[in-house]
């Protein structure tokens, strides 16, 4: 029987079916793109209905199933941690708990308790933010520093790139400070964003470099992100260097 109301006698296509946001007043055009793709991104949906606080959860999900980020007991930095996606996960991988929190965030927004994380509402590029760090994690060494920041893009290429490139090294350098013997270090990077002196060092320091994009990045987006793993001792790293 044909359905009178869509003239046909399947279900709408999924095209049909997709959300389109009007424009409002005052509202931007890129701010309605932004909302209707949010409104139409199944990792959105995935993400409340699994209950994590945004769809970057599922990122570093991937990237623990290709490169097996996460072990029980690990101790973990979690930088530019809002709105807490990261954290979730790995608290749950590694069993971090209120008792006994294995894992520190740090973001400049505010934040909502995380079972398992201490939460730091401050900005990692100020100078103290290293040392606050530091004291949170007791002052013991750290199996893996996570960083998803990245700096609100001005629309000038390259000032854009500059930024970026900044903070992975101020995040680079932080993880060169706190990590353990054979730690990791994961950062967002944009394709064609990462200078070769930046990689070059990471080199030094790290036994792997490779960049990823999991799935659940979207593709039409220059985000990736860049993962070291193995981290060297100091003689580890003169010997490399020499």
Known sequence: MVDKALGTGGRKSDKD??????SAKG?????TKWLERQLNDPYV?????????????????EMDEKHKLFRKGMRIVDLGAAPG???????????????????????????DPIPGVILLQKDFTEDDAPAMLIEAMGGKKVDL???????????HRPTDHLRIVQLIEIAADFAID??????????????????HELLHMLKRHFKTTVHAKPP??????????????????????EETED
């Open 17 to 22: 079916l997709k959300i389109r946001v009007k």
């Open 27 to 31: 509202r931007k055009v890129s701010s």
């Open 45 to 61: 949906a995935r993400a409340r209905a699994e209950g994590y606080r945004s769809r970057a959860a599922f990122k570093i999900r």
């Open 85 to 111: 996606g990261w954290s979730q996960v790995a608290a749950k991988a590694i069993g971090s708990t209120s008792a006994n929190p294995l894992i520190v965030g740090i973001d400049y927004l505010e934040m």
């Open 145 to 155: 520093v996570m960083s998803d920041m990245a700096w609100p893009t001005t629309g």
């Open 178 to 195: 706190v990590l353990a013997p054979n730690g990791t270090f994961v950062a967002k990077v944009f394709q064609g964003g990462t200078e």
């Open 216 to 237: 659940s990045s979207r593709q039409d987006s220059a985000e990736a992100y860049l993962i070291a793993k193995g981290f060297k001792d100091k003689v580890e790293a």
